[in-house]
């Protein structure tokens, strides 16, 4: 085998390890059935309220979306998200300041 080739066997291993790393190996259904749900209620949100436009509307759906991408991951890969959306949203704020 080539070097920085992988065999099937070993891949199943990994992802077996990893599954077990979490807990519950069914996370990525969870997560999209909770985008699923999300994307849903934005629609009705928007039907009945209109699309959201105001800032820190915008920034909540946008962060309620990030929540949902983010159910069974480990607890530093969602600290990682907010602190990569944190200086946008500081920019955001000074500037209404």
């Known amino acids: 085998?080539?070097?920085?080739?992988?065999?099937?066997?070993?891949?199943a291993e990994l992802r077996a390890e990893r599954d077990r790393t979490t807990g519950f190996p069914h996370w990525r259904k969870v997560r999209?059935?909770?985008?699923?749900l999300?994307?849903?209620?934005?629609v009705v949100w928007?039907?009945?309220?209109?699309?959201?436009?105001?800032?820190?509307?915008v920034i909540a759906w946008t962060c309620g979306a990030?929540?949902?991408a983010s159910i069974g991951h480990s607890p530093l890969r969602v600290l990682q998200?907010?602190?990569?959306?944190?200086p946008l949203v500081a920019v955001?704020?000074?500037?209404?300041l």
């Open 81 to 86: 998200i907010v602190v990569d959306w944190l």
């Open 32 to 36: 999209v059935c909770a985008l699923c």
């Open 66 to 68: 990030l929540v949902c």
């Open 46 to 57: 928007s039907a009945v309220y209109g699309v959201p436009v105001q800032r820190e509307l």
């Open 1 to 11: 085998m080539a070097t920085g080739q992988i065999a099937t066997a070993e891949l």
């Open 92 to 96: 955001l704020f000074a500037y209404d």
């Open 38 to 42: 999300y994307a849903l209620v934005l």
